[in-house]
């Protein structure tokens, strides 16, 4: 289910959002902000991975490894299909 939600929000973002420069929230809207004023080199895909590495730290100290386990895959396959 986790990757089926991510699959969508991706699609929305790229899709929908993206084109017409209508920003998500939290670490998307940072993501496609940076995308915009970065070289075409950085992608979506890459600042989303990286502006997550945080909160996934805070994650395993606070949540456990198996909350981050899955926070990391569905953020994973968010920036596949992103």
């Known amino acids: 289910m986790l990757t ?19 920003y998500d929230s939290g670490n998307s809207r940072t993501s496609m902000l ?14 989303l991975l990286i502006l997550n590495i945080p909160l996934f ?9 198996k909350f981050t386990f899955y926070a990391i895959y569905t953020v994973f396959v968010y920036s596949l299909f992103a």
């Open 57 to 65: 730290l805070i994650g395993r100290k606070k949540q456990g490894k």
């Open 34 to 47: 940076l995308e915009q004023v970065s070289p075409s080199y950085l992608s979506l895909s890459l600042f």
């Open 4 to 22: 089926i939600a991510g699959i969508v929000n991706a699609f929305g973002i790229t899709l929908f959002m993206t084109p017409v420069k209508l």
